[in-house]
Each structure stands twice: as structure tokens, then as C-alpha cells.
């Protein structure tokens, strides 16, 4: 059994943590075939029906979110479509329990910045309510921002005491 994380496409479904027993799990969670996206930056791999595209599924914007955050190259799988799985590195690893923590369990997120060569993070004041929101805005900061400035996530987890 595979711990792995699904996406649904359809943003009013939660993200779920699913035990995946075997490859036809992964194909139901994703409705086809499977696409194969290694994602290291990540420590993930993603799975996606690789015919959702042709057959007009809709995007999967929070996985893209995630995906474009993490990746060397983000246009290399630009868009995600339907409902995608997360897994570990490779075909057989448990998904990071860094990502669990960050889509299933934390419930604020904040953007810090670095100058270029600095070494303190501070914080932006920047604060959302899903990983997925404070990927895209991170995404959006680094893009404005000037070369060799650093922007990362900083999930805060409530205590369950």
C-alpha cells in the first residue's frame, strides 16, 4: 500500500489521503491511464489520466500550484488535468509527510523573503489559507521580484493539544 495524496480537479472536493494498493488504484483515483510526472524539488511523483486533456476535463489548478512551485522546469507539464495523484519519489514510495503536513493538515500559510546573499528570512506579511493560495502568490512574487531575491512557504500547524 502506497500512502499518496488526490486532488480532485473540482475545487469544492477536499484534497484526501488514500492508501493506493496497486497501479488500477492509482487509474480509478485518476479516471485512465496514467501519466508518470516526476516532480524532485518535490520529492513527489504526480499522476494524471493522460487523456483528461483530450477529453476536455477540466484544469486542475491546485495541483498545478503546487507542481509549478516545486518544479525545475514548470513548462515542461504546464497543465494538469482532472484529478491527480501524489505519491513519493518513484513508483512505489509513501508521499512526503512534508506535503501531507502542508495540504491536508496546516491551516495557515505565510510568505518569507530573502535578499540576494542574506541569510535571515523575514516575513512578508503575506497569509493564506491553503498551500495552494500562497504557491501561486509565491510563484507571482518571485516572477516581480528583483534577481537573487528568495521567497519561500512557511506552514504554521495548529496543536491538536
Not at 73 to 83: E, V
Request: proline share 6%; charged share 25%.
Amino acid at each position: 500500500m502506497v500512502k499518496s495524496i488526490v486532488i480532485p480537479h473540482d475545487e469544492t472536493r477536499p484534497p484526501r489521503l488514500q492508501e493506493m494498493a496497486d497501479i488500477g488504484a492509482f487509474q480509478e483515483a485518476v479516471g485512465g491511464w496514467l501519466e508518470i510526472i516526476e516532480v524532485p524539488g518535490m520529492g513527489a511523483t504526480i499522476y494524471v489520466n493522460e487523456a483528461a486533456h483530450r477529453e476536455f476535463v477540466p484544469l486542475n489548478t491546485r495541483a498545478m500550484a503546487l507542481a509549478w512551485l516545486y518544479a525545475v522546469d514548470p513548462m515542461r507539464h504546464p497543465l494538469l488535468f482532472g484529478d491527480v495523484v501524489l505519491s513519493g519519489d518513484g513508483n512505489d514510495g509513501d508521499v512526503p509527510e512534508e506535503l501531507v503536513r502542508d495540504v491536508l493538515e496546516a491551516t495557515t500559510f505565510f510568505i518569507d523573503v530573502r535578499a540576494h546573499a542574506g541569510r535571515l528570512w523575514r516575513e512578508t506579511r503575506a497569509q493564506f489559507g491553503t498551500v495552494f493560495e500562497a504557491a501561486v502568490w509565491c510563484m507571482l512574487l518571485t516572477r516581480s521580484a528583483r534577481p537573487g531575491v528568495q521567497f519561500r512557504i512557511r506552514p504554521r500547524v495548529l496543536s491538536s493539544n
